[in-house]
């Protein structure tokens, strides 16, 4: 993950510019990144970062794995 402005973005080939912060693609891990403000840290922004388009891509992934849909 990688911080655009003030969203949080996925970097799945680790190539973007900046500091980066790695996640499991779990519901659980995301939460618990959130809640504990691991990303704001962890990539040394000074404010919220907005994390739709990440939960948009793990609720379609799950979907994908579980075979839902």
Request: some cysteine.
């Given at each position: 993950?990688?911080?655009?402005?003030?969203?949080?973005?996925?970097?799945?080939?680790?190539?973007?510019?900046?500091?980066?912060?790695?996640?499991?693609?779990?519901d659980e891990c995301l939460a618990a990144a959130l809640r504990r403000r691991a990303f704001v840290r962890a990539l040394r922004v000074s404010?919220?970062?907005?994390?739709?388009?990440?939960?948009?891509?793990?609720?379609?992934?799950?979907?994908?794995?579980?075979?839902?849909?």
């Amino acid at each position: 993950m990688v911080a655009i402005d003030d969203r949080l973005v996925p970097d799945d080939r680790a190539a973007m510019p900046g500091r980066g912060a790695w996640v499991h693609e779990t519901d659980e891990c995301l939460a618990a990144a959130l809640r504990r403000r691991a990303f704001v840290r962890a990539l040394r922004v000074s404010r919220p970062l907005d994390a739709q388009t990440i939960e948009k891509r793990l609720n379609g992934y799950g979907n994908k794995v579980n075979g839902s849909k």
